[in-house]
């Protein structure tokens, strides 16, 4: 079991290394009404194409690379575009445009089966730059932004495209067998006679190829024919490559980048992509280190888009026709489990109940080794046709999934040998009462770990899951609202909002009042206000839990922040179960809003869940770049329903998860049960720091007020 990061509960924050480079990372400028991106993120990672680049610095790849430091820009002229390949048909629901300075006043979206005969669907005249999500209705495999119209005498630069929609079927699944293994590779350089090309596509994590330090350099594998190339996989050794590409070429001399990033990470780096070709390369260049390059492993995988694979089928990416969960709230066992401080009831039943805050984990005693298993008894023989896998990162690169007339003779129903991790979806075939996951080889030095294990099929004995909760209706109407509108003087309307006194987390310096310090001020405001005292800081908390829980809708609030060194203003969620017990982060958090006084000219909104929280937590900033948030009232606000979230400040939508998206690169989306309101004005803490010389109090954290529409 890979051990969790350090409790830090509550925590609305990212860590302060990250601060300056996300900030640098988004600059977004504009007043645009959010539309909400209904469907799953198509674009990120595939193919781009353009008319033409700026320089080798902001090729086309840089603008479906889901990283919001890096762009797209074109030459001087017009027109242009850029063209993404999803790699089969798909039905488009909208178009999201993240716009450098220089952006397109007149542009259209346009789709395309073939790549040649295009087809508006949807044009404009009238651009206004900034972040730009906009509804289409149209299909196709090939979808570009085709402008006519630059807004500035520079050519039209993207930091993102996001086209979102229904994906259509893709032919063959990507397979999970690394095609690389023991093909011929070659690179640039190596460091010396015992780092060779070749050992980083023998299997083996104990030898590796290294590079001499000079950039650029390049790793080089034949798979023997032209293939479909969906993804790769690079297992670094220390030094690693901040800067890199994925290449493919039918003839190992004309190249094209299949994906691109500048902020490489380095330790396991999975990448989905799309190409074509016989050879494929890592070309490197900005190292992290002033040695070379050097990679354990380069791992290939072929085939069409998707996650499953391997010798027993593709993914099928959704719940086959007429299939069932069967697995839910099932008897298991387990060759062990964990039960402690790191991993507290981490038992085999919670890799079934349903709740992806819950997993199972090898014991940390005697359970990391190999092999290790998880079994479920569906109560009778079902015919089992998928099976979901949602992992921690102790997870399997090779294991079987296994079913049992009598749970004691197996037979394999789906192997493979390089599992990714995160959420694998199997199409399987297979009969039994019983089904385990059996694994052999582990990722890490931990055990195996699994936050669900969902198997569906027909037969059995299901026991129905809880009912989903139901999307927000259309239109959308008010089921909660405070205008603030009482006398001044007076606390905030006790059938709606709870004082929440006491000490705050983090490391804040305040004392929460109750109510001393959240008083309205009979101007239609409410005012949550921080003060030094001659005994320390005091503000305000209060929060719905006792009055209003909600499941998805519209969520927003207008307000106006405090804005010295040391205060930390913020507006968010938090799951209601945290009040009948469930710990943070297991009960769900999400920051809809958080400022920091040494940062004027940013908000952040973040999510938080047991695999992604506190400074690992996934979020974005939104920047004004030279403004300062506290000179002015802003419209903060949520969209979110059963399949994204969409955070916009002034109607402008700057950062969008999807659910598909997040468990296939974070971990599991926790969001689909109530949660409440959360108003507070933090003094002090890990992330903004104490106040200082500088410091002025009190400070005043104005709300004009707050509305859910569901």
């Given at each position: 079991?890979?051990?969790?990061?350090?409790?830090?509960?509550?925590?609305?924050?990212?860590?302060?290394?990250?601060?300056?480079?996300?900030?640098?990372?988004?600059?977004?400028?504009?007043?645009?009404?959010?539309?909400?991106?209904?469907?799953?993120?198509?674009?990120?990672?595939?193919?781009?194409?353009?008319?033409?680049?700026?320089?080798?610095?902001?090729?086309?790849?840089?603008?479906?690379?889901?990283?919001?430091?890096?762009?797209?820009?074109?030459?001087?002229?017009?027109?242009?575009?850029?063209?993404v390949d999803l790699g089969a048909s798909a039905t488009l629901d909208s178009v999201t445009l993240r716009w450098e300075t220089a952006y397109a006043t007149a542009y259209q979206i346009q789709t395309s089966a073939d790549g040649s005969t295009w087809t508006s669907a949807y044009?404009?005249?009238?651009?206004?730059?900034?972040?730009?999500?906009?509804?289409?209705?149209?299909?196709?495999?090939?979808?570009?932004?085709?402008?006519?119209?630059?807004?500035?005498?520079?050519?039209?630069?993207?930091?993102?495209?996001?086209?979102?929609?229904?994906?259509?079927?893709?032919?063959?699944?990507?397979?999970?067998?690394?095609?690389?293994?023991?093909?011929?590779?070659?690179?640039?350089?190596?460091?010396?006679?015992?780092?060779?090309?070749?050992?980083?596509?023998?299997?083996?994590?104990?030898?590796?190829?290294?590079?001499?330090?000079?950039?650029?350099?390049?790793?080089?594998?034949?798979?023997?024919?032209?293939?479909?190339?969906?993804?790769?996989?690079?297992?670094?050794?220390?030094?690693?490559?901040?800067?890199?590409?994925?290449?493919?070429?039918?003839?190992?001399?004309?190249?094209?980048?299949?994906?691109?990033?500048?902020?490489?990470?380095?330790?396991?780096?999975?990448?989905?992509?799309?190409?074509?070709?016989?050879?494929?390369?890592?070309?490197?260049?900005?190292?992290?280190?002033?040695?070379?390059?050097?990679?354990?492993?380069?791992?290939?995988?072929?085939?069409?888009?998707?996650?499953?694979?391997?010798?027993?089928?593709?993914?099928?990416?959704?719940?086959?026709?007429?299939?069932?969960?069967?697995?839910?709230?099932?008897?298991?066992?387990?060759?062990?489990?964990?039960?402690?401080?790191?991993?507290?009831?981490?038992?085999?039943?919670?890799?079934?109940?349903?709740?992806?805050?819950?997993?199972?984990?090898?014991?940390?005693?005697?359970?990391?080794?190999?092999?290790?298993?998880?079994?479920?008894?569906?109560?009778?023989?079902?015919?089992?046709?998928?099976?979901?896998?949602?992992?921690?990162?102790?997870?399997?690169?090779?294991?079987?999934?296994?079913?049992?007339?009598?749970?004691?003779?197996?037979?394999?129903?789906?192997?493979?040998?390089?599992?990714?991790?995160?959420?694998?979806?199997?199409?399987?075939?297979?009969?039994?009462?019983?089904?385990?996951?059996?694994?052999?080889?582990?990722?890490?030095?931990?055990?195996?770990?699994?936050?669900?294990?969902?198997?569906?099929?027909?037969?059995?004995?299901?026991?129905?899951?809880?009912?989903?909760?139901?999307?927000?209706?259309?239109?959308?109407?008010?089921?909660?609202?405070?205008?603030?509108?009482?006398?001044?003087?007076?606390?905030?309307?006790?059938?709606?909002?709870?004082?929440?006194?006491?000490?705050?987390?983090?490391?804040?310096?305040?004392?929460?009042?109750?109510?001393?310090?959240?008083?309205?001020?009979?101007?239609?405001?409410?005012?949550?206000?921080?003060?030094?005292?001659?005994?320390?800081?005091?503000?305000?908390?209060?929060?719905?839990?006792?009055?209003?829980?909600?499941?998805?809708?519209?969520?927003?609030?207008?307000?106006?922040?405090?804005?010295?060194?040391?205060?930390?203003?913020?507006?968010?969620?938090?799951?209601?179960?945290?009040?009948?017990?469930?710990?943070?982060?297991?009960?769900?958090?999400?920051?809809?809003?958080?400022?920091?006084?040494?940062?004027?000219?940013?908000?952040?909104?973040?999510?938080?869940?047991?695999?992604?929280?506190?400074?690992?937590?996934?979020?974005?900033?939104?920047?004004?770049?030279?403004?300062?948030?506290?000179?002015?009232?802003?419209?903060?606000?949520?969209?979110?329903?059963?399949?994204?979230?969409?955070?916009?400040?002034?109607?402008?939508?700057?950062?969008?998860?999807?659910?598909?998206?997040?468990?296939?690169?974070?971990?599991?989306?926790?969001?689909?049960?109530?949660?409440?309101?959360?108003?507070?004005?933090?003094?002090?803490?890990?992330?903004?720091?104490?106040?200082?010389?500088?410091?002025?109090?009190?400070?005043?954290?104005?709300?004009?007020?707050?509305?859910?529409?569901?």
């Open positions: 079991m890979l051990a969790p990061p350090t409790p830090r509960r509550f925590s609305r924050s990212l860590v302060l290394a990250c601060v300056a480079a996300l900030i640098a990372a988004c600059a977004l400028v504009a007043t645009q009404t959010p539309a909400r991106a209904a469907g799953a993120l198509l674009s990120q990672g595939k193919t781009a194409t353009a008319s033409s680049t700026e320089n080798a610095g902001t090729p086309a790849s840089a603008a479906v690379d889901g990283d919001n430091g890096t762009r797209w820009s074109s030459a001087a002229a017009d027109p242009q575009w850029l063209e044009s404009t005249t009238t651009g206004k730059g900034g972040s730009e999500t906009v509804s289409v209705n149209g299909s196709g495999r090939y979808v570009r932004l085709y402008t006519t119209q630059r807004a500035t005498q520079y050519g039209v630069s993207l930091w993102e495209f996001q086209v979102y929609g229904t994906a259509g079927a893709t032919g063959t699944a990507c397979s999970t067998t690394n095609a690389a293994l023991h093909k011929t590779a070659t690179a640039s350089s190596t460091e010396n006679a015992g780092t060779p090309a070749s050992a980083a596509v023998d299997g083996d994590n104990g030898t590796r190829w290294s590079s001499a330090a000079a950039d650029p350099q390049w790793l080089e594998v034949d798979l023997g024919s032209s293939q479909p190339v969906c993804g790769v996989q690079l297992s670094w050794e220390t030094a690693y490559a901040t800067a890199y590409q994925i290449q493919v070429s039918t003839d190992g001399t004309t190249w094209t980048s299949a994906y691109s990033t500048t902020t490489g990470k380095g330790g396991t780096e999975l990448i989905t992509l799309s190409g074509t070709g016989r050879y494929v390369r890592m070309y490197g260049t900005a190292r992290a280190t002033q040695y070379g390059y050097s990679l354990w492993e380069f791992q290939v995988f072929t085939g069409g888009s998707g996650d499953g694979g391997g010798t027993g089928g593709g993914d099928g990416g959704t719940t086959p026709p007429g299939s069932t969960l069967l697995s839910y709230g099932k008897p298991a066992t387990a060759s062990s489990y964990q039960d402690d401080a790191n991993c507290g009831g981490c038992t085999p039943a919670k890799a079934f109940d349903h709740d992806s805050a819950t997993r199972w984990a090898t014991s940390d005693v005697n359970g990391w080794v190999d092999p290790g298993w998880l079994q479920v008894d569906l109560g009778a023989t079902a015919h089992i046709t998928q099976v979901v896998l949602q992992w921690d990162p102790a997870y399997a690169t090779a294991y079987q999934i296994q079913t049992s007339a009598n749970g004691t003779d197996w037979t394999s129903i789906y192997s493979t040998t390089t599992g990714k991790g995160f959420k694998e979806t199997l199409s399987v075939d297979g009969t039994g009462r019983y089904v385990r996951m059996y694994g052999t080889a582990r990722s890490n030095g931990y055990g195996y770990s699994l936050w669900d294990f969902d198997v569906y099929g027909t037969g059995g004995d299901p026991t129905p899951p809880p009912a989903a909760p139901p999307n927000p209706g259309s239109p959308e109407k008010v089921v909660f609202d405070d205008e603030f509108n009482g006398a001044a003087g007076t606390e905030p309307d006790a059938t709606k909002w709870s004082q929440d006194p006491g000490t705050g987390q983090n490391g804040e310096l305040e004392t929460y009042t109750n109510g001393d310090n959240t008083k309205m001020d009979g101007n239609g405001d409410l005012v949550i206000e921080a003060d030094k005292t001659s005994t320390g800081y005091t503000s305000g908390r209060i929060n719905t839990s006792d009055h209003f829980n909600f499941t998805y809708g519209h969520v927003e609030a207008r307000i106006k922040v405090s804005g010295t060194q040391g205060l930390w203003p913020a507006f968010w969620l938090l799951g209601s179960n945290f009040k009948t017990g469930t710990p943070w982060p297991q009960c769900g958090e999400i920051d809809i809003m958080e400022h920091v006084g040494k940062v004027p000219d940013s908000v952040y909104s973040t999510l938080h869940a047991p695999a992604y929280n506190g400074g690992n937590g996934d979020g974005s900033p939104y920047t004004v770049a030279g403004s300062d948030f506290a000179s002015a009232f802003h419209t903060y606000a949520l969209d979110w329903d059963s399949s994204h979230m969409t955070f916009s400040v002034d109607g402008t939508a700057f950062f969008t998860v999807d659910k598909a998206n997040l468990e296939q690169t974070r971990g599991p989306w926790i969001y689909d049960h109530p949660f409440y309101l959360i108003l507070n004005n933090a003094v002090g803490g890990d992330w903004p720091g104490a106040p200082d010389a500088t410091s002025v109090f009190p400070q005043k954290m104005l709300v004009d007020y707050v509305r859910v529409s569901q």
